[in-house]
């Protein structure tokens, strides 16, 4: 049975999280995997989570599954955080939610829906993406290409990107990172987003947004900007949205796939092929997270506490980036790391090459991605000259 089984290499990225944890050097500094930590280097519990959890212990009356959308009051409530309360397609019925092991299970279940219900359609990824991407939509069966998005001078490219979709087949779908680009952490601006919207209108392509930074860009409604301009605009459109970091939920595995069409109707025939997908991939979603999220949109105060933790999460994130910047400064390399200022969300391209990000590694146990790509949010206030000095040797010789 098992003899021929070759083995494949492990994820470089969770593969750092062991690296990092075998070093015993006490000044090692984590800036590998995307998740959030405090100042403390700590990825705590939101205090809205955890009284959500507090009250659910009490309330709950049942572990039978839920329905195959998953937690409806879930639903109802991420589709207006993503939408906006006031959204045309919600009012028209237009717009539906199926909830989804994260955003990870809601991209496969945007794959294997494109697969069997649009099938001929490549899928269209930014140059670089999230690494997953790459190798979940092939395993969903599309076929994949690619835009240009950052390129080798490490700036945004959106001619280029800009060029590059007006030469997509009519049909095809193109991932858009909706905030937060992940790895690179250069995003579109609004006259960019604009320019984009009218080649996949003009083109006919389908958007499938991957929200899964919500609030850690410009704020909760301004990160969904993009996402509400082209569903008013534009008849149809997928979304995949993460609340593994927005609710530190991450383990709990608790996303969904939004759908949007041009009729009611419509919603009804893709929903009935989400849930036969969802089927075959989980049968039913995880209840847990989602009863969380539900518990606290749907209590205003609640609510309110989460949006000031979602704030506070995305200031220290803005202050350490503005702070890495100015630590650089003495060395003469505030111009040429800039962009970190610039970037926004947890990640930065830093411009680093692999041998320096090994060097880092090696002779001052600082872990980044071998891309250059830096976790910015486990940076250490206390300790950024420590990292600017560093980082200057390593990019002077
Ligand atoms: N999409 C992007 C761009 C991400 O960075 C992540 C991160 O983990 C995900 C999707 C998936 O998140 P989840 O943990 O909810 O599956
Ligand atoms: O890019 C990151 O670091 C996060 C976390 O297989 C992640 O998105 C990384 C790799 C992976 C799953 C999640």
Known sequence: HFGQIPRVPGDPILGLMDLYRADPNPAKLDLGVGVYKDAQGL?????????????????EQTKSYIGGHGDAQFGALLLRQVLGSRAIALGEQRAGCTQAPGGTGALRLAGEFIAKCLPGRSIWLSDPTWPIHETLFAAAGLRVQHYPYVGADNRLDVDGMLAALQQVPPGDVVLLHACCHNPTGFDLNHDDWLRVLDVVRARELLPLFDFAYQGFGDGLEEDAWAVRLFAETLPEMLITSSCSKNFGLYRERTGALIAVTSEAQRLLDVRSQLASLARNLWSTPPAHGAAVVATILGDEPLRQ????????????????????????????????????????????????????????????????????RANVAGLDAERLDALAKAIARVVSN
């Open 305 to 372: 506490i989460w949006q000031d933790e979602v704030e506070r999460m995305r200031q220290r994130i803005a202050s350490l980036r503005q702070g890495l910047v100015e630590a650089l400064t003495p060395y003469g390399l505030a111009e040429r790391f800039a962009h970190i200022a610039q970037q926004r969300g947890m990640f930065s391209y830093t411009g680093l090459t692999a041998e320096q990000v090994r060097r880092l590694r090696a002779e001052d146990s600082v872990y980044l991605v071998e891309s250059g």
């Open 43 to 59: 990825t705590p519990i939101p205090r809205a989570v955890k009284l959500a959890e507090q009250r659910l212990v009490d309330s």
